[in-house]
């Protein structure tokens, strides 16, 4: 149980989390803060915290644990502001959708008070951003990562999985190296893939044309591309090496299929895309 949560960036990741913990009735009272009094206010209007605050120094002053949901870019800044304010018995976890910058920016900017901090990505989301979508179920039956820094306590590290556990969410940990790379295979080029794709069909003659006739598939795949243009220019700023090496793999396999286009190879297009559907099959069932 949560006395008090301070939610640093009540977007939908942040904000989904308060409504969570709030329905399960693990969080005393919710603390909202940003920049926007404006955006905090709308939040408390939809019950998705109890208090506004616009000094992170005050609203992580009497907090049992912070939660930092603010795109990658900003989190230095946000360590920076509220680690003179910080008690010892506070603890401090993140939503970054990549870790390795994260914890360079907390090591940086926390000082000795990085112990309190327990880097997290819940593996969770829509392409929606902002308080407005942000809603209750987000994280239920759905994966977080934390990765915990050799600073950190059991106890501490167990406290945030409780918390995730009672937004409805299984808990995995590993090294934050390793879950950039995971996340550049399964998340991060997939997004340049869909962003790349529609900016790349916007640009030829009879868009209009193209985007008439797009069919289910095109929106299934595209879906992503409605992501927030900010928050995707971090990630993929952030985690740059790994993303490049995905990327550098998925160039590779684009030669192997146009090869085997230009040169009719119709058995290696068929094994190509039979071992796909089979390890598709398998992991979506
Ligand atoms: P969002 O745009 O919905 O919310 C971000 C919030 O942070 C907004 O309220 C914004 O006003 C606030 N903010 C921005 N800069 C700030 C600053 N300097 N100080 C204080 N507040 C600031 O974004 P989101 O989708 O909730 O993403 C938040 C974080 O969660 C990001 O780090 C992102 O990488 C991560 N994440 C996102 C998803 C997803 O699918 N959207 C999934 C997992 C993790």
Redesign the pocket.
């Known amino acids: 149980m949560i006395n008090r949560l301070c939610v640093?960036?009540?977007?939908?990741?942040?904000g989904s989390l308060a409504l969570a913990l709030k329905k399960a009735g693990y969080v005393n009272k919710v603390v909202g803060?940003?920049?926007?009094i404006e955006?905090l206010e709308k939040a408390k209007s939809l019950g998705i915290i109890d208090q506004c605050e616009t000094d992170l120094g005050k609203a992580v002053s009497h907090a049992d644990m912070v939660f930092i949901?603010?795109?990658?870019g900003?989190m230095a800044?946000?360590f920076n502001k509220i680690e003179p304010f910080l008690h010892k018995h506070t603890i401090v976890t993140d939503?970054?959708?990549a870790k390795h910058c994260v914890v360079e920016d907390a090591t940086r900017e926390l000082g000795v008070k990085v112990n309190q901090f327990i880097p997290g990505?819940?593996?969770?989301?829509?392409e929606k951003?902002?308080?407005i979508?942000a809603f209750d179920s987000l994280y239920q039956a759905r994966r977080v990562i934390i990765t915990p820094l050799e600073e950190n306590s059991r106890d501490d590290i167990n406290k945030v999985r409780a918390m995730w556990k009672a937004a409805g969410a299984d808990v995995d940990e590993m090294g934050a190296r390793h879950h950039d790379l995971v996340l550049a295979g399964t998340s991060h080029l997939p997004h340049i893939l869909a962003f790349s794709l529609v900016d790349c069909l916007n640009q030829v003659d009879d868009v209009d044309e193209i985007f008439r006739f797009a069919a289910g598939g095109f929106r299934d795949f595209t879906r992503i591309a409605s992501?927030?243009p900010v928050?995707w220019r971090?990630?993929c700023l952030s985690n740059g090496e790994a993303v490049l090496a995905m990327m550098n793999r998925f160039e590779n396999q684009l030669t192997t299929l146009k090869a085997a286009i230009e040169n009719n190879d119709a058995d290696a297009l068929l094994e190509i895309f039979s071992r796909a559907k089979k390890a598709r099959d398998g992991f979506c069932m």
């Open positions: 640093i960036g009540v977007g939908l990741i942040g803060a940003g920049r926007n955006h949901a603010v795109p990658l900003a800044g946000v939503a970054g959708s990505h819940p593996i969770a989301g829509t951003s902002g308080a979508a992501s927030d928050m971090d990630i």
